[in-house]
């Protein structure tokens, strides 16, 4: 079993729990050896099986094969191709690997039976990496990281857009675009929305000086800033650690383990920043003038992000998707855990994007996967991304009227045969299934008007009565393992998830369900659906990987407004502990003109940020934000904070620790598949 590591005292635990949940990819260090694994051996080195029959024969039927006969894609995503690297090896500064295409060379071959087919070829596009002539002027660094680098030529410099998720990454994407094409200084940057993997890189590229005197422009859509750090403060530890399974960033890459993530090949860990736009997006039909380059914004928050905007530049005749259209169907509701997105919005912004920008671009670039060429092929292309979307969100609410329940609606609902042979709307990120119980849980939440439903025993109580119903623990694996040999792996890990519930410590029963989980993975066409079995799989016979992201998120720590540090200690509070205790603590922040006021009554914080010092307080805490923030990274401690000069308090001492000692350390490590 892997050990797990267990933080300092109550202040740092809190802190650096908080941290763990800014970069939803946080995690450990992947497995990155490639290990073969061919469908003869039937345990590979990492402890994986072999694919049983009824997986083969799925993985090999006919219908794949008529399918992936079209391979037009390949010569689409090498279109333009200027430069690759094939010893490409990416590295923090502390030498730790960060991106290397070579992980994924086993790709370079026929798809074995323990992955499914269309996407291993999702994989292999993907995998394909370098800088590519997108129109003359216009340029992409793709397969650099799980997102795409665009770079627009202006008059004296450069324009890019999503300088990628580690600054690492995108400094070596940029090395390659001066390199060649010629060093040009870099005059914008435009950030198309609010997920890391678009603007963690940005100090890879330019500087916060250059920023801050007006050098550089950088360009975001409204409320780019709030939004990139909001999702992931007060839920960002869970966020975190199911991250990790949809990403499996535990899991070997190979044949056997992680091959791709559908959207990209896997997001680049290293150090992310982030930085305050210089510009703001609030509306469709801004324009701006950059270099000599004008663009046209389309502002279209609340689809793939609640920040996001396009951008057509007419002299190209080119529109920039941004990430509200991919190769792939998207995510209404994301694995990771986030407020499921509006399919009717999304398909909506897809539309107007056609009406504004389709009869006028000759290409289609997006923030991931390879562009679109051709006014016929990129109206296609439209109306399939807003069909999708709109099909999903239409088809699951008539069969919602019809009585079915979000269960029944995911196995019953298919995509016309029109959509369903669209490679650029399969479902190697988001999935049929998982999108229709979004739209279900979207307008009607997590009851699915079952009475059974609505109050049920917890999980380790009913597999307890699961395994005593049967008989006892033999004999319901018994039954389990028949479904396994049928090849019902669904029912399988059905079962055999109650006896790992009931008797954690049963052998058996974690094999069968980890062999299950395995069987499900190597079938699964999405990417991070075969990822979170296939992690399944992994923890149930290693453990949970220890995951620490402290280091690679001060920057974007930094750019937390105080009031969501604040926000996200109130839902630590133990309440339990606090009782009935009455507390109230000014927090002065010295260096920023900020004052804060912490109340705890009836088991709940309060907060409120004030004009002035309240009075009647318990304690006056005195501190810079600079302080505070190392004390977040656990950089300072008790006895720091204490001694330092950046530290008072003012009042009783003993409430105030007693106050931090009710702030809960959330387990980062948290059991999944185990009670």
Aim: aromatic share 8%; proline share 5%.
């Amino acid at each position: 079993m892997r050990a797990k590591s267990k933080g300092g005292g109550r202040v740092g635990c809190f802190m650096a729990c908080l941290v763990a949940g800014v970069l939803v990819a946080c995690s450990p260090d992947a497995p990155q050896e490639v290990a073969t694994a061919t469908d003869e051996v039937s345990v590979d080195v990492h402890g994986f099986h072999a694919p049983e029959p009824a997986t083969r024969a799925a993985n090999q039927s006919t219908k794949w094969q008529a399918l992936l006969a079209d391979d037009a894609d390949f010569e689409l995503a090498l279109r333009g191709l200027i430069a690759s690297d094939p010893d490409l090896d990416i590295r923090t500064a502390e030498g730790r690997p960060v991106w290397r295409p070579a992980d994924y060379a086993f790709l370079d071959a026929e798809a074995p039976s323990s992955v499914n087919p269309s996407l291993w070829r999702q994989s292999q596009l993907a995998n394909i990496h370098g800088l590519f002539e997108v129109v003359p002027g216009i340029y992409q660094v793709r397969g650099y990281d799980l997102a795409n680098m665009s770079i627009i030529e202006g008059e004296t410099g450069r324009i890019l857009i999503d300088p990628l998720t580690s600054v690492e990454t995108a400094r070596a994407a940029l090395d390659l675009v001066n390199r060649e094409l010629g060093d040009r200084p870099v005059v914008a940057v435009i950030l198309t929305h609010s997920h890391i993997d678009h603007f963690g890189g940005l100090a890879g590229v330019v500087s916060t000086e250059q920023i801050a005197s007006g050098e550089v422009a950088l360009i975001a859509p409204e409320h780019f800033l709030e939004e990139s750090v909001s999702e992931n403060v007060l839920a960002g530890t869970v966020m975190a650690r199911r991250a990790s399974y949809m990403y499996g960033m535990a899991l070997p890459r190979t044949p056997r383990g992680h091959v791709g993530s559908g959207l990209g090949q896997h997001p680049a860990i290293g150090t992310h920043t982030i930085d305050a736009p210089t510009h703001s997006i609030s509306e469709t039909g801004t324009t701006l003038v950059v270099d000599g380059v004008e663009m046209e914004f389309q502002h279209t928050p609340h689809t793939e992000a609640p920040a996001e905007m396009t951008i057509y530049f007419p002299q190209f005749q080119a529109w920039c998707g941004a990430e509200i259209v991919s190769r792939t169907m998207h995510n209404l509701y994301t694995l990771r855990g986030a407020q499921v997105r509006s399919a009717l919005a999304w398909s909506s912004a897809i539309e107007q994007s056609r009406q504004l920008y389709g009869g006028r671009s000759q290409v289609v670039f997006n923030s991931h996967h390879w562009p679109v060429w051709g006014e016929d092929e990129i109206d296609a292309y439209l109306i399939a991304q807003r069909d999708v979307y709109k099909f999903i969100h239409d088809q699951t609410l008539r069969l919602a009227g019809q009585g079915l329940r979000p269960d029944e609606i995911a196995e019953t609902l298919r995509l016309p045969e029109s959509l369903d042979q669209t490679f650029a709307v399969r479902g190697y990120y988001g999935t049929l299934k998982h999108n229709a119980r979004a739209v279900y849980q979207y307008y009607f939440g997590w009851y699915d008007a079952v009475p059974a439903h609505l109050d049920p025993l917890p999980r380790t109580e009913a597999a307890q009565l699961y395994v005593d119903g049967f008989g006892g623990l033999d004999a319901l694996l018994t039954v389990a393992q028949s479904g396994f040999e049928a090849g019902h792996y669904r029912w399988s890990a059905e079962l055999a998830q109650h006896g790992v519930f009931a008797q954690p410590d049963s052998q058996a029963a974690r094999d069968l369900l980890a062999r299950s989980y395995e069987q499900m993975g190597y079938q699964a066409e999405s990417g991070p659906w075969r990822d979170v079995y296939l992690s399944a799989a992994l923890e149930l016979r290693e453990g949970v990987a220890r995951q620490d992201a402290t280091a690679a998120a001060t920057d974007i720590l930094s750019a937390i407004p105080l009031d969501q540090f604040f926000m996200s200690m109130a839902t630590r509070l133990d309440a339990e502990r606090a009782g009935d205790r009455a507390m109230r603590f000014n927090f002065v922040f010295t260096d920023v003109d900020e004052i804060h006021l912490i109340e705890v009554v009836n088991g709940v914080m309060h907060h409120t940020q004030v004009l002035v010092e309240a009075d009647e307080v318990d304690a006056t805490v005195r501190v810079t934000r600079d302080f505070w923030l190392r004390l977040i990274q656990q950089e300072a401690g008790l006895l720091q904070m204490i001694a330092s000069s950046e530290f008072a308090i003012e009042g009783d001492r003993g409430k105030l620790l007693g106050f931090f000692g009710l702030l809960e350390q959330p387990d980062e490590e948290f059991a999944i598949v185990t009670p």
